[in-house]
């Protein structure tokens, strides 16, 4: 079958003979039909984020259509529509036994410390699949992962109906927590350099913080994970601010400790979401309000370009997505 691999750092290759996935008792193979580009893949393509082997099958933010169960699986189906919550903690050790499943030292991630799920057909635990309503678009059912960080995110800073948020960067991530903002009745500004990142987060409903360089706000989400932006998001953070940190990077910050202590500010790193509270509330919050989290999807590939696409994605405005044929429709 095809998929999309990692050969070496900036070498993506698609290739035609991958091995077909082996079914486990507890797990489903899917057809996978859309994966979404994100910064932690382009980390892995670019060799900054270290992969188990090479080749290495890329991807994580996966939608498709379950194609085989395994035979302890007993609360999914063949045919149904299904993304993939790519994280897969323990559930046994102490964090997870709390809910803090995020927080698990023995959390596999597809793409990261598993396979990838851009080729056609994955092995996934049944469990980490979620059925997605016929209504959910294709689009917007790539977007379900990514859109999970930022309604997260968003949760961690308390925000309020009515309250302001800024978002510094505007990359896939920044437009999602735009949407998210705004579905939480939060007012979102947006601070990014490139023009066209600015303006389709714009389009999408956030505000120009640059036009009043000197504001300060009680949220602040930095998703750019570019140290000298985090610097700049604490600058602008105000009395008793909450700052929630999704964006990464192993280059230090510069931080005043007189800025944080004088104005009594939280600072709080965001770092994906709970089993199963974090997919579980995004499904039930995209199937009670028109969010389509897709709109932030601009360019799309054909998996035999995924090479291209992920050349191109750290360029494009708006995020980059790769889709497969549809060759197996659903059974049911
Ligand atoms: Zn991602
Ligand atoms: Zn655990």
Redesign the pocket.
Known sequence: MMAATLVSPETVTVVDHWPEPVCGPDEVIVAVRGVGVCGSDLAVVSGRRAVPALPWVLGHEAFGVIQVVGPDVVDRRVGQRVVVEPNY?????????SGD?S?????RAAGISEPGLLAERVAVPARFTWPVPDGLDDADAVCVEPFTVALNAVRMTGLRPGDPCLIVGAGSQGLLVVLAVLHAGGVPFVIEPQPGRRAFALQLGGADAGAAPDRRYPAVIETSGVPEAFEQALERAGDGGRLVVVGQSTRPARVSTFTLVQRRLTVRGCLIYDHPGGFRHTLATLAGHDLRPGRVLRERFDLAQASVAFAKAPDIAGKTWITLPRIEEPLS
């Open positions: 903690p323990c559930l046994a050790c102490g964090a997870c036994r499943t927080g698990c030292r023995r959390r």
